[in-house]
């Protein structure tokens, strides 16, 4: 149980039972060899009957043995024979883990879980107890198998994503479709999907449109229509038409390869309750094993009537007994589900440590444009001096806007067209939280928010808190020119997750550079009573410092990019719309794929469900473990309490961690 590092093995290599501790490897996408040496190919190849064959035939064995020392005794049946019958009984779930103790052993890992379980059948055999060292054994074994069970069915969400990518492709060449390995495909070739088909790299759609199921990326069943020129991505599965698509990324490089490695990665980053663990049971086993000594031993000293094999059995009850099973396993089985759960739901955590940290917070602070408005706008009016030319203005504004990613930008150019080639602007430079700046012709085009114009002294006639929608104004040749009024739409679930946010008790923020009463005004409509415009991202990350300055946690959501410096100084960092951002995905510790807002009360569940069910078993198992092992050196337990303590409780365990699988968030 506590070789934690234990190098991964090919499961082909070994069909047996194994040691439950070992997930803290990441999740491995071919062969994977880390379900308990009971891997997917049993149920495929032999299903139940075979990955339970060496447990029956030891049962059998077993209970016919026990019928024939106590209900219908047979003369033959004593001595040498009685002992090889048992030891045959013994041999089919006892050789793997005696296999696995001695491997143990030879890696300098000696106080293992195998080890503990070895000490005590041998020892049972060398007092007599053949029955109860078989059944020790054997129990022990069926316990892995269930065990190995429930880790394949908590990695089944997550498997489902790894898988979601074909190997090969039908690239057209020559008006003819081709098969190609999907790791070959150059950029700008284009490949063909069938109806039905997973798409293998990422692209842009060259039909003028198809409909594609993202659940796989997203947890979204709603087909997602594509027109021709959007991006699809991998995994993504096409409806029914064929469509074609020109590969614009390298498959290492693809947003799915993307997610794919920051899920395989989620297991390496350990939540406290793992890390704690794994020290525990480094320190815990060989101190139960020296106590089992003494157990034996020490009694010789102070009791008159001292029995070997009497002490020499309560030790062999407490070693079983102690075997930190339960505890080892369950707890990163539960981490481990809840990642699968949250992945299953288009939530991706990059460690276990943010499923704990996502658990306890108690400020969630928002981005407004992207977060809880849909972050497309468009123009709604435009305002120029009459004395200017308004066409004029609006292609140096559109020329200047072309330098930028923001969404405003994107409107502007959807509402003035193309940019005009003619247009050269000059000393083109961005001021963070303000805007734009350029020349052309010699004179100064200015392109943002009043505060820009108040930065370099420009009077306007307006009062821009009198205009509700986001306003950008703009100032040429050192004069005010006009504004645009640009308006954002609230995502439809925006209302529903201040809701849900508020019923779990969590204070909610919103930020936002945008004007101040475009921000009341969007906060009043969501029910978000704390809500501060006109930031630049220095004044954000003073809000964040003043909640911090209250000792409490906090989750920032946001685009991952540009609120870099205050993800930096929260307790947890989200990402919206990480399917479209390679940033968000380096940068945020969690990512919501389909930029649905309600998923970050359903992060937030999902962490404090998971967290209570690692919990109650840790209390479980050392409840039970703890009664268990004073009823046992007090030689009021019997090898049969003891198998319960130590595979009962991991079973029970086990039960309840892979419940997360099933609940509905």
């Known amino acids: 149980m506590i070789h934690q590092d234990k190098e991964v093995k090919n499961i082909k290599n070994k069909p047996k039972a194994t040691c439950c501790c070992s997930h803290d490897e990441p999740v491995h996408t071919e062969n994977d060899g880390h379900d308990h040496g009971h891997d997917h190919e049993h149920h495929a190849e032999g299903g139940w009957f075979k990955l339970f064959l060496p447990a029956i035939i030891s049962f059998v064995l077993l209970l016919i043995g026990i019928v024939f020392d106590n209900y219908v005794p047979q003369s033959w049946f004593t001595g040498s024979v009685r002992t090889v019958w048992y030891a045959i009984a013994y041999l089919p779930v006892g050789l793997p883990v005696l296999r696995e103790a001695y491997e143990s052993i030879r890696k300098g890992d000696v106080f293992s879980e195998f080890f503990l379980m070895c000490i ?13 060292g078989v059944a020790v054994m054997l129990f022990y074994t069926i316990g892995e198998t269930f065990q190995g069970m429930a880790v394949t069915r908590a990695k089944s969400s997550i498997k489902s994503l790894l898988d979601q990518r074909p190997d090969e492709v039908n690239v057209v060449e020559n008006n003819t479709a081709v098969k190609v390995k999907a790791k070959e495909v150059q950029i700008g070739a284009v490949i063909q999907l069938k109806a039905g088909e997973k798409l293998a790299l990422d692209g842009e759609l060259v039909s003028d449109s198809a409909s594609f199921n993202t659940a796989a990326l997203t947890g979204e069943s709603k087909p997602d229509t594509k027109k021709k020129g959007e991006t699809v991505l991998a995994g993504m599965i096409n409806g029914n038409t064929i469509a074609l698509v020109k590969v614009t990324t390298a498959y290492n ?13 989620a297991t390496t980053k350990k939540a406290p309750a793992e890390l704690f663990i794994r020290k525990f049971a480094k320190i815990y086993t060989p101190i139960v094993v020296y106590l089992a000594i003494a157990i034996c031993l020490v009694p010789m000293l102070f009791v008159d009537h001292y029995v070997f094999s009497d002490w020499l059995y309560r030790a062999l009850v407490f070693l079983v007994i102690s075997c930190p099973c339960a505890l080892v396993i369950s707890i990163p089985l539960g981490y481990f589900g809840g990642i699968g759960a949250a992945s299953k739901n288009g939530i991706l955590f990059k460690g276990s440590n943010f499923l704990d940290s996502i658990s306890t917070i108690q400020n969630v602070v928002v981005d407004k444009t992207g977060t809880m408005t849909e972050g497309v706008f468009k123009v709604q009016e435009v305002i120029i001096k009459p004395e200017l030319d308004q066409e004029e203005i609006l292609k140096l504004v559109n020329a200047l806007e072309s330098r930028s990613t923001h969404p405003v930008a994107t409107a502007i150019h959807n509402h003035v067209g193309q940019i005009d080639p003619s247009v050269e602007l000059k000393d083109i430079e961005e001021i963070s939280g303000h805007g734009l700046k350029a020349s052309f012709n010699g004179k100064d085009l200015y392109v943002g928010n009043f505060k820009l114009l108040d930065k370099f002294n420009i009077p306007y006639d307006i009062d821009p808190s009198s205009i509700v929608y986001t306003t950008i104004a703009i100032a040429y040749d050192g004069k005010f020119a006009g504004y645009l009024t640009i308006a954002d739409e609230i995502k439809e679930d925006a209302k529903e997750t201040v809701a849900k946010l508020k019923a779990l008790g969590v204070k909610l923020t919103m930020l936002s550079g945008d004007k101040t009463n475009v921000v009341q005004f969007v906060a009043e409509k969501l029910g978000i009573t704390k809500a501060f415009g006109d930031l630049l991202p220095e004044d954000k990350v003073n809000k964040v410092n003043e909640i911090k300055a209250k000792n409490e946690t906090i989750a920032f959501v946001g685009d991952g990019v540009n609120d870099a410096p205050v993800i930096a100084l929260s307790t947890v960092g989200i990402a919206m719309g990480g399917l479209g951002s390679d940033a968000a995905i380096e940068t945020a510790d969690v990512v919501i794929q389909d930029d649905k807002p309600s998923k970050i009360a359903m992060a937030i569940n999902i962490g404090k469900q998971t967290k209570k069910i690692v919990w109650q078993n840790i209390t479980l198992a050392f409840v039970v473990k703890a009664f268990v092992l004073i009823l046992g050196a007090g030689g009021l337990a019997t090898m049969w309490e003891a198998v319960f303590a130590d595979v009962g ?17």
């Open 649 to 665: 409780v991991a079973l029970l365990a086990i039960f309840n961690a892979v419940r997360i699988q099933k609940m509905r968030f």
């Open 120 to 132: 005590a059948t041998i020892g049972a055999f060398a007092i007599g107890e053949y029955p109860e």
């Open 253 to 265: 490089d693809s947003k799915l390869s993307k997610i794919l490695e920051l899920v395989q990665n």
